[in-house]
């Protein structure tokens, strides 16, 4: 098979679904590659802006958008003639949007998202709702990775990962995506590649919560690094692969998340460790923060599995409000000493 860089693009039709910040990037990238993006949302005022402004000017505002871009409220509009659908909003809207889109889904169109979270309430995977809502026949796949959407939009360098049961659906998706500046990675395994961005939003909070305290670098290496261990145990309780977290949609994700201010779960961390209650911070955030809702089904998942988190916990308590940052960080320093790695890794 040829570099996906050498690979002449063809143009392909990209419904991108939920024309917040990250799917209106994302559709910017498409068409920056020389794909065609519709781009659907329920706000007639920020799609309307996207179609006479080039901007989106509530979510990405500052950033000029490609000319060519097409945005509507009209989601049978966005869904003709589409060669693959791309979902991106919110985990809360997930389900929903999947049975909004279903009658309008041309047969050969395969659904990626770009999606962060579980499925609130049933703590399942996105891919399990998916192939749900969708049917066990159509190609799906998760596009994530460490990937702020201001720098996408930006054409800021990035890299990502595409993840697929469906080998040539992931390269289908991954060369819409990939670009000048913007490298696509593939592999195979969703559950590793949707635990990773779900739990990185979690740990984020952590991370934001310490450094808001004034904890030091060395409090932010440590969680991190206990963080991505969470991660592993939790993943291989699960069956996801190891490398997976090791690579852009774990370990990448999780450092660009829990050091970068970009980030709402980190700026949500740092404002509740400087003593701010979370409907203020959440409200100054003003954009979707997928950790409130991912912290309580990542600790249903974890007590399902019988796999001990303790900054995960940690963090649930404290988004509840059950646990003063200061006392969640008085509990992790009191646990008890043991190995780095134990023989047992769920232990
Ligand atoms: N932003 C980023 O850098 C990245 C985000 N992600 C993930 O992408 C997903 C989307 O986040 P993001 O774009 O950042 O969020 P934003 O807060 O920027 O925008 C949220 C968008 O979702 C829409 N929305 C909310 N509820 C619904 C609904 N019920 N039906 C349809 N649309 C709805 C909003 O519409 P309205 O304005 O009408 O409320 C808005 O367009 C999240 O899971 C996030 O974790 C992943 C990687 C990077
Ligand atoms: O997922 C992201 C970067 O990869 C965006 O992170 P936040 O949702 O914390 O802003």
């Given amino acids: 098979m040829p570099e996906l860089a050498d690979t002449p693009l063809a143009p392909r039709r990209v419904a991108v679904l939920g024309a917040g910040s990250w799917g209106t990037a994302l559709a910017a990238l498409i068409v920056r590659n020389g794909g065609q993006a519709a781009l659907w949302g329920r706000d007639a ?5 996207i179609e006479s402004n080039h901007e989106n000017a509530r979510y990405l505002p ?12 009209d989601l049978a509009e966005a869904m003709a003639g589409a060669d693959l659908v791309l979902v991106v909003v919110p985990s809360h809207a997930f389900a929903e949007t999947l049975r909004a889109l279903a009658p309008f889904r041309p047969a050969h169109a395969g659904v990626a998202w770009a999606t962060k979270g579980f499925e609130p309430g049933s703590g399942r995977f996105l891919h399990e709702v998916a192939a749900e809502v969708l049917g066990a026949d159509v190609p799906l796949a998760v596009v994530t990775g460490p990937s702020f959407a201001r720098e ?4 800021l360098p990035t890299a990502l990962t595409v993840h697929s049961d469906d080998a040539p659906f992931a390269q289908v998706v991954a060369e819409v995506l990939h670009g000048p500046a913007f490298r696509a990675y593939t592999g195979d ?30 409090a932010r290496a440590g969680l991190i690094t206990r963080g991505l261990n969470e991660m592993l145990r939790l993943n291989q309780a ?16 999780l450092v660009l998340t829990c050091t970068g201010d970009l980030s709402r779960n980190r700026r949500l961390g740092l404002a509740l460790g400087r003593g701010q209650s979370i409907e203020d911070a959440v409200r100054e955030i003003g954009q979707v923060v997928e950790s409130v809702q991912t912290a309580d089904e990542v600790m249903r998942q ?4 019988g796999v001990e988190l303790p ?3 940690a ?26 790695y134990p023989t047992d890794l769920l232990g």
């Fill in 152 to 155: 996408v939009a930006q054409g």
């Fill in 302 to 305: 974890a007590e399902r599995a």
């Fill in 45 to 49: 005022a920020v799609i309307a802006g």
């Fill in 315 to 340: 963090v649930r308590a404290v988004l509840h409000g059950e646990l003063k940052p200061t006392d969640g960080l008085r509990q992790l320093l009191a646990r008890q000493q043991k190995p780095e």
């Fill in 189 to 218: 395994d969703m559950l590793g590649a949707e635990l990773g961005g779900a739990m990185k939003n979690v740990l984020a909070v952590a991370t934001g919560v310490a450094d808001g305290m004034q904890l030091g670098l060395n």
């Fill in 238 to 253: 699960l069956g996801g692969k190891a490398e997976t977290l090791m690579g852009l949609a774990g370990l990448g994700d």
């Fill in 311 to 313: 900054i995960s916990s």
């Fill in 62 to 73: 500052g950033v000029a958008l490609p000319e060519s871009l097409r945005a509507t409220i």
